[in-house]
């Protein structure tokens, strides 16, 4: 199987690189491809759709990785199902629903609420690439549901950086998606949309065989 991720910016190309291979093993290839922004992505998702389903191969699966951004997640998920079906892809929410899951296409998954989420989803992964962070890091009350972390996940991650020392002119989110994301073990990440991206990748590739 072939995977084609489709995501927002560079920094989430910069830590798929790294994870994706973690959680698929050899069972699959992929490529990237970013866009500039998330406002990028959706305006050109329609058109992109509507050209990979002219050839889409039958064991090439496209996955789609936004940010929640704060924004409705139910219209966000909406919109991202609608450019799939209006180009006659079937995607794996489609496809849940007629109980014929290896025929999905499309898999379309939300980082809640921004990919740094996914970062102290796994605390001890900032540690090792930045050893002066604590590594109590991930105990702290406000840290333990990271997909609920008030005030903005990349901004927490660029204030707790910075207090250890790190990035003082400002968080370099491609740089530390890279050095965090290549500490990072699947298996022991508590954000729960991390592993609903994870399995539902697992899941893609068995389903595929």
Same mark, same amino acid.
Request: proline share 3%; net charge positive.
């Given at each position: 199987?072939?995977?084609? +991720? ?8 910069? !830590? ?9 093993? !050899?069972?699959?290839? +992929? ?16 058109? /992109?759709?509507?050209?990979? !389903? ?8 496209? /996955? ?41 296409? /499309? ?12 970062? +102290?989803?796994? !605390? ?72 609903? +991206? ?6 893609? /590739?068995?389903?595929?065989?």
């Amino acid at each position: 199987m072939h995977i084609v +991720f489709l995501v927002e910016e560079i920094s989430a190309e910069a !830590a798929l690189l790294n994870l994706v291979p973690k959680i698929l093993g !050899a069972s699959a290839s +992929f490529e990237i491809h970013p866009y500039q922004c998330k406002n990028d992505l959706l305006s050109k998702l329609p058109q /992109v759709m509507r050209s990979y !389903a002219k050839w889409l191969h039958d064991d090439w699966r496209i /996955v789609v990785l936004v940010d929640e951004d704060r924004s409705n997640c139910k219209s966000l998920k909406d919109r991202l199902e609608n450019a799939a079906k209006d180009a006659g892809l079937i995607t794996r929410t489609m496809s849940d629903k007629t109980s014929s899951c290896s025929r999905f296409q /499309v898999m379309n998954r939300i980082a809640v609420e921004e990919l740094e989420a996914w970062f +102290f989803g796994d !605390a001890s992964a900032i540690n090792q690439a930045y050893p002066k962070v604590p590594r109590t890091l991930g105990s702290r009350s406000k840290y333990h549901d990271p997909d609920s972390i008030k005030g903005g996940t990349w901004e927490s991650l660029e204030r707790e950086l910075k207090k250890s020392g790190y990035f003082k002119g400002g968080l370099r989110k491609i740089e530390a998606a890279k050095t965090i994301s290549a500490f990072m073990e699947p298996e022991r990440n508590n954000s729960k949309s991390f592993r609903v +991206f994870r399995d539902g990748l697992r899941e893609m /590739v068995r389903w595929g065989i």
